[in-house]
């Protein structure tokens, strides 16, 4: 946690849902980090960090974890650590000590792990409790029916490692069978699988396919098993896997998830971040062309934002504004240099070092991105930062010399960990029997059995790269058709619209819903008299009709967009520039819909002092404290607009309100803009922004270590200033840290016409396809029998997808109105019986606990 400086630890911290599973309280950062040590030639660190882990790690933990994220960090760490352990003990100057430790804890991991497999199908329960395993009352787990693809498909590295290093067969036999089971259940039409699978039956629960999260390592792992060990079945899969993505998937530079039975069928308009390491897999098997043209679209993006937002559209605008400071691109870098030699993606792998360095930096480590348009921040510094980021960022510049070992002896797991090659010849008691026995016959070059040739690959053409990147310069700033739907040539419809537009759609004329109908759109009246939308694609008439109805919900996203820019204010940034942050330390504030505009005027810069009274809800008695400073004062007992009255008329140039709900984050609850008081607030001149309890505690703490603290008041966090960073002190050691989480999408898409909260959540929606119809103050509530705008009254629905489809490049943010606790206070003029609210609030637990349900 770089912001608070200290260690995340699973329990003593409010719970962030899924993304904490990756948390066993065994030390996740510090074993993930191991081999980086050694990569950067800290060999003496690295011997007193093994020291460590063997001293203080526990696996016998009454903790669940997820199983996937629990092998590539942890299992994995400890292989990688044994491999160059080993490596060291031979070369004769460190780890003589060294007696296979870390392996020893890596098959006790390996055994507690053992009990997920425990199904009829092979493929793994997505968590297990490290003490009591599967299904026992104490283990809390067990439950689960569906797990992702990747999670289940990306195995075999660690486990066929672990039995090789071992002679225990068992994890290469459990990890082979869960891959066997998955090459079963493709769709055999399309070679393509889906993202999320039931663990018992086998069905696909969700049926979009693409290269990003959910099913990104599984293909990964094909290539690289074959890569370590040598078995040709691994490899045909592959290549069937591959074809089906260049033929479906790929459509340069862009890669769209499909519909696995309707592959010509784009499931979504958006790309998530973590396909970015695809082009490094397409350098390893040889396809260059295609890897230069996706990695130049993403660093054009990087350029627009300074780093890859979790999500994007086909057009480049931000869809979900994150950045969990994931490495995928460094990766892919790495080996496109590797291949290329092209110093080219040196000045990118210099540009990511900068910008991180820049924007990312704080005292105690590297803090995530909250919003990459705004720059603030996030009290995470993943253990996936330290293991691959820095690793990848230090091999791409690094001459051969400055590595100890030879980089070409291993492979790299997906969380950049290091296993040699010669276990591919070591214990070899798995039979290789082919169970790839039906592949389709393929065209081209993907069944060469030899190395790609790099005369071929780039026929003595140093500006072979260049050549195919230079079309895509502008790709971003010139940006893309806004929805690429393609289709069948046959059934192809030139200049075809659909039959209904979403502007002239009325839920009460019967025309309408019969054209809906027949796009595989359903409407949902909702007790509250709102209506949803939901779509099908496979309950549609035809393919032609599938796609007009996606082209309708797309049309409806942008004219609900449309009507809230009017409602809109994005968040706005906080940032410490005094002594020792020196605007290192951004935080994500609320705006307040009166006061002045931080977008429109100058930020405001100040010393902070607290107000007395802490509330600010009546004259202040320390005017002299606040005077020409940021008055910061408690939420609650008064409105908003009174407590800046209040600090102004003290002589305050600002304010900042800290929510009094203690505990409350960013990360976990959506922001919101502080509402008037229903009366003229043109007399309020200063700026005024909201922090969430743990934000402003972050302010409060320095304020009492060192007293003088200043911050900037802006819309978007400012350059630090040079002067300040030559007084710069060393930062400190990283902390230990987790995971990150993007629960993505269900198979149908949903657009839901209610108010919507913030995306500006941590934990992004499981159900991505949904499409959520928001209006900020109510902007375009659209009810049975008219559609309306409202913007005075304050629905207590929200809805709980968390989803965002940004297309007006602002985050979307819910009003709230602070009041008096005297209950005959009206709620934004209208009063809703509390059997009401506490209905919509049961109902929207029921739909997050369904949502947890589906796996990342």
Avoid at 435 to 457: A, G, K, M, R, V
Avoid at 647 to 665: C, F, H, K, R, T
Avoid at 741 to 762: A, F, K, R, W
């Amino acid at each position: 946690m770089p912001l608070t400086c200290r260690g995340r630890v699973r329990g003593q911290e409010p719970s962030r849902g899924d993304v904490d599973d990756a948390l066993g309280k065994f030390s996740l950062t510090l074993i993930d980090s191991l081999d980086t040590l050694v990569v950067l030639n800290k060999t003496k660190e690295f011997e007193d960090a093994v020291r460590k882990v063997l001293r203080d790690v526990n696996l016998d933990n009454d903790v669940v974890v997820s199983v996937f994220e629990t092998n590539i960090r942890v299992l994995g760490g400890l292989l990688g650590g044994h491999s160059l352990a080993i490596m060291l003990k031979e070369k004769g100057e460190y780890m003589q000590w060294y007696n296979d430790e870390l392996l020893q804890m890596a098959k006790q991991l390996g055994y507690k792990l053992l009990p997920a497999f425990n199904t009829t199908s092979g493929l793994p329960y997505p968590r297990i409790n490290l003490k009591f395993g599967i299904r026992k009352p104490e283990a809390r787990t067990g439950t689960e029916t569906d797990t992702c693809t990747a999670c289940a498909g990306t195995l075999i590295l660690e486990f066929a490692a672990l039995s090789r290093f071992t002679g225990a067969t068992i994890f290469e036999e459990y990890a082979r069978k869960a891959l066997d089971f998955l090459w079963e259940k493709r769709q055999r039409s399309s070679n393509l699988v889906g993202v999320t699978i039931n663990i018992h039956t086998g069905d696909w629960v969700r049926k979009d396919s693409g290269v990003g999260a959910g099913i990104d390592s599984y293909y990964e792992y094909l290539l690289k098993a074959y890569v370590l060990l040598g078995d040709d079945s691994f490899l045909e899969r592959f290549n069937t896997h591959y074809d089906a993505i260049m033929r479906y998937i790929s459509q340069p530079p862009l890669l769209l998830d499909v519909h696995i039975h309707k592959p010509m069928l784009n499931a979504r308009t958006w790309m998530d971040a973590l396909l970015a390491f695809f082009p490094g897999l397409q350098v390893l098997k040889g396809d260059i062309r295609p890897a230069i043209e996706t990695h130049e679209m993403l660093y054009q993006v990087i350029k627009k934002h300074n780093f890859l937002p979790e999500a994007f559209t086909t057009d480049f605008r931000v869809h979900w504004a994150q950045h969990p400071l994931r490495p995928e691109f460094a990766e892919s870098t790495y080996f496109l240099y590797k291949a290329t030699g092209d110093p080219y993606y040196l000045e990118v792998g210099k540009t990511l070092i900068e910008n991180l360095n820049k924007y990312a930096r704080v005292p105690c480590g590297f803090a995530a991105m909250k919003d990459v348009r705004t720059g603030s921040h996030e009290d995470r510094m993943d253990s996936f930062f330290l293991a691959e980021m820095f690793k990848y960022l230090y091999l791409l510049f690094a001459d051969k010399e400055d590595i100890i070992f030879d980089i070409e002896d291993y492979i790299f797991t997906t969380e950049a960990h290091l296993l040699p090659l010669w276990l591919s010849t070591t214990n070899q008691s798995i039979s290789k029997k082919n169970t790839t026995s039906e592949y389709t016959e393929l065209d081209d070059s993907n069944f060469d059995w030899t190395c790609p040739n790099t005369q071929i690959l780039f026929p003595n053409d140093p500006l072979y790269a260049q050549s195919i990147r230079e079309p895509l310069k502008n790709v971003v700033d010139k940006s893309c058709p806004r929805g690429i739907i393609r289709v069948r040539e046959e059934s192809f419809r030139s200049g075809a619209k659909p039959p209904l537009r979403a502007r002239d759609f009325m839920a009460t004329n019967p025309e309408h819903l019969e054209i809906l109908k027949k796009m595989g759109v359903s409407l949902i009246h909702l007790k509250d008299g709102r209506v949803q939308l939901v779509q099908h694609a496979i309950q549609a008439a035809s393919s032609i009709d599938a796609e007009d109805g996606l082209r309708f919900m797309q049309e409806m996203i942008e004219l609900s967009s449309q009507q809230q820019k009017e409602q809109q204010l994005p968040p706005r940034a906080v940032q410490i520039v005094s002594h020792p942050f020196f605007g290192r330390v951004v935080l994500t504030a609320g705006p307040a819909q009166f006061g002045l505009d931080l977008s429109k005027h100058k930020e405001t810069r100040g010393f902070v002092a607290s107000s007395k009274p802490y509330n600010g809800c009546s004259e202040l008695t320390n005017p002299e404290a606040v005077m020409g400073k940021i008055a910061l004062i408690q939420r609650g007992q008064c409105m908003f607009a009174e407590k800046a009255r209040n600090i102004q008329n003290a002589g305050a140039i600002g304010g900042i309100v800290i929510d009094d709900n203690e505990g409350s984050s960013s990360d976990t609850a959506p922001l919101f803009q502080m509402a008037g008081d229903g009366k003229d607030t043109d007399d309020i001149k200063i700026p005024m922004l909201f922090l969430f309890s743990k934000e402003g505690s972050i302010i409060l703490d320095a304020i009492r270590e060192y007293e003088e603290v200043e911050v900037l008041l802006s819309d978007k966090a400012k350059d630090r200033d040079p002067e300040m960073e030559n007084e710069e002190q060393p930062s400190s050691e990283n902390d230990s840290q987790n995971q990150s989480g993007e629960q993505i999408s269900s198979s149908s898409q949903e657009v839901d016409l209610v108010d919507q909260e913030s995306s500006e959540e941590n934990s992004v929606n499981s159900h991505p396809e949904s499409l959520s119809l928001a209006d900020m103050d109510n902007a375009a509530s659209i009810s049975p029998s008219e559609q309306t705008s409202n913007p005075t009254e304050n629905h207590e629905t929200t809805n709980l997808n968390g989803e965002c489809t940004d297309l007006d490049n602002q985050p979307q943010e819910q009003s709230e109105t602070e009041e008096d606790s005297n209950p005959n206070v009206s709620w934004g003029k209208k009063v809703q019986p509390i059997d009401s609210i506490l209905a919509d609030w049961n109902e929207d637990i029921e739909a997050f606990e369904m949502m947890e349900k589906d796996e990342l």
